[in-house]
């Protein structure tokens, strides 16, 4: 069993940063893989971007290329999100998800979830 945890949300104007995090109970961290996941209000819950359980394969949708970075730290059973240039678009709840299988992009590939934490990005 893993259980996440997220912080990190809150309120920033447009252009701004935050950092999220994911905190991971469970033994086994190192070996999973982290997703990050958002869902916006009436809309799906979508693929952000996830990192292997080494870090070396990392994935990202399109539209946070360039502005978001995901990282690990095993030691520390933590995950990070490093968001930048934040766009109103990415108004959404921010969910952790873990899964002992490779990187996906998919909701259904992940085994595990936290109760995610909110992000709003005013214009």
């Known amino acids: 069993q893993v259980q996440l945890v997220e912080s990190g949300g809150g309120l920033v104007q447009a252009g701004g940063s935050l950092r999220l995090s994911c905190a991971a109970s469970g033994r086994t961290f190192s070996a999973y893989t982290m997703g990050w996941f958002r869902q916006a209000p009436g809309k799906e819950r979508d693929f952000v971007t996830a990192?292997?359980?080494?870090?070396?394969?990392?994935y990202y949708a399109d539209s946070v290329k360039g502005r978001f970075t995901i990282s690990r730290n095993n030691a520390k059973n933590t995950v990070y999100l490093q968001m930048n240039s934040l766009k109103p678009e990415d108004t959404a709840v921010y969910y952790c998800a873990a899964d002992p299988g490779d990187p996906g992009i998919l909701r259904i590939e992940y085994s595990y979830w936290g109760q995610g934490t909110q992000v709003t990005v005013s214009s």
């Open positions: 990192i292997s359980w080494s870090g070396t394969r990392i």
